[in-house]
């Protein structure tokens, strides 16, 4: 009987091991389930520039160009960056080119080395404060060391008479980004539409075509004949019916010299009468008053006149009293 007894106690014990190892597998699994997921970003080191400075926005310029194509080269991102909106806007007559370990622009005296491929991007022209590099470091580099050593040899005032504002580096993978520009992104890039009220003196015409000018380009007008269209076909179009057309060099009546042409140029006039208006768009990254600075001066002296600007489209009137 005793016997028995033990028997069936020791089978007891062998069914309750049993039962406490199987109950582990499941505890192990959920553990497993719960883990953190994977920080993707981990190899992405964004600029310390805050999010609304230009230098950012170059760097998500970059970072998206990376994000689409992982394995896009140097020069190739150096060229995307200068041929995105902000490169337009920002880079005047702009150049990319790939550069070799060295003495760099804007490094002062000191030697950049330890990359495999670099490319700059920068403007044309002498003077200017602004410039980037887009560098490719060997599989395995310090990214972070180089990315200092960018950092503490980089002056602000590198460039003939002028001085940036701030510098930023950034890295995703072992793909550097360096930028050193002014820290205002321009109105441009930024939606604010910038008008250019024009000077209006004795011309109760010119200032009436203004604001029909102004509500056109408010309402969405597309270019420079719809713009011309709507002008010549408003209420304050006095001059008899009108006659929009393409502008060109040799149809361009009121100046004294020639001016550069934008390819969506319009005149609107009126047979038998001296009035003229012209509506200019141009590209963006053009700078605006300065080209309507030089338009007005070649102007015929004695003229009278009305020009001014909505955002990127010129609006001239000459002779705007002419009956």
Request: aromatic share 10%.
């Amino acid at each position: 009987m005793k016997k028995l007894l033990a028997l069936t106690l020791v089978f007891v014990m062998l069914f309750t091991l049993v039962a406490c190892g199987n109950n582990e597998t499941p505890n192990d699994n959920a553990g497993e389930t719960t883990e953190a997921p994977v920080n993707t970003d981990s190899n992405i080191i964004a600029p310390e520039a805050g999010e609304d400075t230009l230098p950012f926005l170059f760097w998500n310029i970059f970072k998206g160009l990376k994000e689409e194509a992982p394995l896009m080269g140097t020069e190739e991102l150096a060229y995307s960056i200068l041929n995105s909106e902000a490169g337009r806007v920002c880079i005047q007559m702009g150049m990319a080119m790939p550069v070799e370990p060295g003495f760099l622009q804007g490094f002062d005296n000191a030697e950049i080395t330890g990359f495999k491929s670099g490319a700059v991007f920068a403007p044309g022209m002498m003077g200017a404060p602004f410039i980037g590099y887009v560098f490719e470091l060997e599989e395995g580099a310090d990214v972070k060391a180089f990315m200092k050593t960018l950092e503490d040899n980089s002056n602000l005032s590198w460039n003939v008479c002028t001085t940036a504002d701030m510098k930023a580096v950034g890295a995703i993978d072992n793909t550097v980004f360096f930028i050193m520009c002014a820290k205002e992104v321009p109105a441009a890039l930024s939606g604010e539409i910038v008008i250019i009220e024009p000077t209006i003196e004795n011309a109760p015409k010119g200032e009436a075509l203004w604001n029909e000018f102004k509500t056109a380009m408010g309402q969405g007008a597309a270019g420079a004949e719809d713009v011309s269209y709507r002008i010549s076909m408003g209420a304050a179009f006095t001059y008899g019916d009108a006659v929009v057309a393409l502008a060109d060099a040799e149809t361009l009546e009121g100046f004294s010299g020639s001016i550069f042409q934008p390819e969506d140029s319009y005149s609107f006039k009126a047979e038998g009468n001296d009035f003229v208006g012209y509506v200019f768009t141009l590209e963006r990254g053009v700078d605006i008053a300065s080209w309507l600075d030089y338009c007005t001066s070649m102007i015929n002296d004695g003229t009278q006149f009305v020009a001014g600007a909505y955002d990127t489209t010129i609006l001239v009137l000459i002779n705007t009293d002419a009956e």
